[in-house]
């Protein structure tokens, strides 16, 4: 089983503290699907590792809310004029649709405390330090952010674009996006998210030294396996047939050959 804690986080933009939920430990059982998405038995962990800022938007992984993470003018610019506006327009939408059920009065809450940060906020995204909120300043800490984690995770790859992080980073973190999708039921974001992830490999993949040479034959199978989930069958079936000319080391690499035939005659939907 997966067992969830509740820690606290202080915005590197925005400096709100805020409380998010991450995983102390999960497990594999649920099996492997042919696109690495690996289930765990019981609660799926994906949306738990990645954390937005409720106030902001801002988003990325537990390392992204440390002193460790970079954030440049732009960069902040870029997290108040676009996730800002959008983190309140789906906390909105959550809670009319009731998407989140029984989160109401913290969909509520860090609504609240958004709409005021936003409007303070992208007036003075120019200026230096302007961006010190009340939550802040009196050490309160914020409500949980209730958007779904297919959300997080397209924020996450955005932070990561405006960081300038290389295309192999951005597509891991819009797979996330498509692997959570799969979990809130959602078939179109599901096919946006994939397409966006094969780009963003594909990118990757054509850059010099976008991927250790060891990498590409299973980057290459995986593209084929995202656009064969979109349901575009030629580019699929284009990237599994390059797959022989990726592999590096004969033996330890077998399985990924064998993967891309099968998925390219007779396709799975699990490995194993
Ligand atoms: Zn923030």
């Known amino acids: 089983m997966t067992t969830l804690q509740q820690i606290e986080l202080t915005c590197p933009v925005c400096e709100t503290r805020f409380r998010s939920q991450a995983v102390v430990s999960t497990n594999s059982f649920g099996g492997k699907r042919t696109d690495f998405h690996e289930r765990a038995a019981g609660t799926q962990p994906l949306p738990y590792l990645v954390h937005m800022c409720s106030r902001c938007g801002y988003a990325g992984s537990e390392k992204d809310f440390t002193e460790e993470a970079e954030i440049t003018p732009t960069l902040r610019e870029h997290v108040w004029n676009e996730l800002a506006p959008k983190l309140h327009q789906s906390v909105l939408w959550h809670q009319q649709h009731g998407a989140q059920g029984g989160q109401g009065s913290a969909a509520q809450a ?30 309160a800490v914020a409500a949980m952010v209730t958007v779904p984690g297919s959300e997080k995770y397209e924020a996450a790859a955005r932070v990561a674009e405006w960081a300038g992080a290389e295309p192999r980073q951005v597509a891991d973190l819009l797979l996330r996006a498509a692997w959570c999708c799969v979990d809130e039921g959602d078939v179109e974001a599901e096919r946006y998210f994939r397409r966006r992830a094969a780009w963003a490999f594909e990118q990757a993949l054509s850059a010099y030294d976008g991927v250790a040479r060891e990498e590409r034959a299973v980057l290459t199978y995986l593209v084929g396996e995202l656009w064969r989930r979109v349901g575009d069958h030629r580019q699929a079936r284009g990237w599994f047939e390059q797959v022989p000319h990726e592999i590096t080391e004969a033996h330890s690499q077998q399985w990924v050959l064998d993967a891309s035939r099968q998925q390219k005659d007779a396709p799975r939907e699990w490995f194993g």
């Open 110 to 139: 860090s609504l609240l405390g958004n709409g005021q940060g936003a409007s303070s906020g992208a007036g003075a995204s120019s200026s230096s330090g302007g961006q010190t909120g009340t939550t802040g300043a009196t050490g």
